[in-house]
């Protein structure tokens, strides 16, 4: 009796020590298929789910001997997200990249100059993103990226720039992200602000930013951007700067400008009122917001654009009236507003 139990067990123990070799070789051979495959794991998605998900993808046909090593070896805390699969890999290494969460890497860019209404449809409608929010509900924007109580408006608040994400990442989770990062920009350069400029707070130098940006493209010239408006606000002038008159007229705006719009009033018409509008009115990047809290102050007061992406710049109305009719009045051919890429 006692040598048919010891046989008995030398026989357990022989059949599971060739389970697991079975199991192992089976879990560590390399896969192979044609061409690499993606496995998208949701949120919620547990290892039994991703097992059978891989049976299914016919990538790996013993979803159990899975589900059995990743409870062994305590691998069953997978994270959500879109994965690479190369042939080549073994299903252990697979297991292995979704519990560290090596999912793929997605981007989406917000340019410089957007508007947020912009930025916000470019992000929603970026493949891999889940929309969240509603662009007629900018409230709901406000609080879903935790806006300082300052902050009624969506305008320019969110940091043009390009951001990377997983496959399921809400569109509310990369805003939050470009909100804090202009607060950060804006933060620090706001440190440094001198007393003299005529800002009450930040978010006077945001919105004087976000006219620079729409303004130029050039970094050379930001500066002396900023220096013209701020000279126009310390003399009381009005800034009387076109991107203003634009974004006030909204959808209205067909790509020209009137002079029966630069004289209907609105919120945002520099030619009707003085100072700043009460919002940005685009995205404006880390260049635009230092140029605004450093300006070139050497008297210049006007200046025009002169068809190849540059600007003339004026200190008196008649230097000024002769640049427009120099580079407005008879434009050349080849006239662009932006500079030769």
Not at 2 to 27: E, H, P, Q, Y
Request: proline share 5%; aromatic share 10%; charged share 20%.
């Amino acid at each position: 009796m006692r040598n048919i139990l010891l046989l008995s067990l030398c026989g357990l123990i022989f059949f599971t020590m060739l389970t697991a070799g079975f199991s192992l070789k089976s879990l560590s051979t390399p896969i192979t298929f044609q061409q690499d495959q993606t496995l998208e794991v949701l949120y919620g998605d547990s290892v039994h789910k991703v097992a059978r998900k891989l049976q299914q993808q016919n990538i790996y046909p013993h979803p159990k001997l899975l589900i059995a090593y990743a409870k062994l070896f305590d691998m069953t805390n997978i994270k959500a997200g879109e994965y690479k699969l190369n042939s080549g890999d073994s299903v252990l290494m697979v297991l292995d990249n979704m519990v560290r969460g090596k999912v793929i890497q997605n981007s989406v860019t917000l340019l410089e100059g957007w508007t947020s209404k912009q930025a916000i449809e470019a992000l929603q409608q970026t493949p891999g993103i889940v929309t969240t929010l509603d662009l007629t509900q900018p409230s709901s924007i406000l609080a879903a990226v935790d806006a300082a109580d300052e902050y009624q408006h969506i305008e320019g608040i969110f940091y043009p720039d390009t951001y990377f994400f997983s496959k399921g990442t809400k569109d509310r989770d990369i805003l939050k992200i470009a909100y804090d990062k202009t607060q950060s920009v804006l933060q620090s350069a706001w440190q440094a602000n001198t007393p003299a400029l005529p800002y009450k707070n930040p978010y006077e130098v945001l919105i004087m930013a976000s006219i620079i940006e729409r303004e130029t493209a050039i970094d050379a010239e930001r500066e002396q951007i900023a220096g013209v408006f701020v000279e126009r606000l310390l003399r009381g002038m009005k800034l009387q700067t076109d991107p203003t008159v634009i974004y006030g007229m909204g959808d209205s705006y067909q790509g020209n400008i009137r002079r029966k719009d630069l004289l209907t009033p609105t919120a945002y018409n520099t030619y009707t009122i003085k100072g700043l509008p009460p919002t940005p009115i685009a995205l404006a990047s880390e260049a635009s917001i230092k140029a605004a809290l450093n300006p070139l102050l050497n008297g210049m007061l006007y200046f025009v654009a002169k068809g190849d992406g540059y600007h003339q710049f004026s200190s008196n109305l008649a230097d000024h009236q002769q640049a427009v009719r120099d580079y407005q009045l008879n434009r050349k051919k080849d006239y662009r507003s932006s500079p030769t890429p």
